[in-house]
């Protein structure tokens, strides 16, 4: 809806793309819709979210912290893997020796 808005297009063609094939729906604007309901939506989450963030960059801090966190765990998780490939050559090198 967003889109339409934006773009000033009165409808578009959503395609929908599966396994089994494609759907094709034609999606009307409905600018009462839009003024009514999704307009003063956008503009609250506008208004108390991004520029919040923007003016502070509490969730980029968040983020950037959890990164970090989670840095650890992958190379903890990257190791333990090593460490198991390494034993699974061990064990195939021994294994084909003994034939």
């Known amino acids: 809806m967003t889109q339409l808005a934006r773009s000033e297009q ?4 959503l395609i929908i ?9 034609p999606i009307q ?6 003024c ?3 307009l003063p939506k956008l503009k609250q989450f506008f208004e108390t979210i991004v ?14 912290s959890n990164i ?4 650890d765990t992958v190379t903890n998780i990257d190791e333990t893997t090593e460490e198991k490939k390494e034993d699974l050559d061990d064990s195939l090198s021994n294994s084909s020796s003994g034939k």
């Open 68 to 71: 970090s966190e989670n840095a």
């Open 36 to 38: 009514k309901s999704m």
């Open 17 to 25: 793309l599966t396994k089994l094939g494609f759907i094709d729906l």
């Open 51 to 64: 520029v919040t963030e923007i003016l502070t960059g509490h969730m980029k801090k968040r983020l950037d």
């Open 29 to 34: 604007f409905d600018e009462q819709y839009w």
């Open 10 to 13: 009165k409808s578009v063609t």
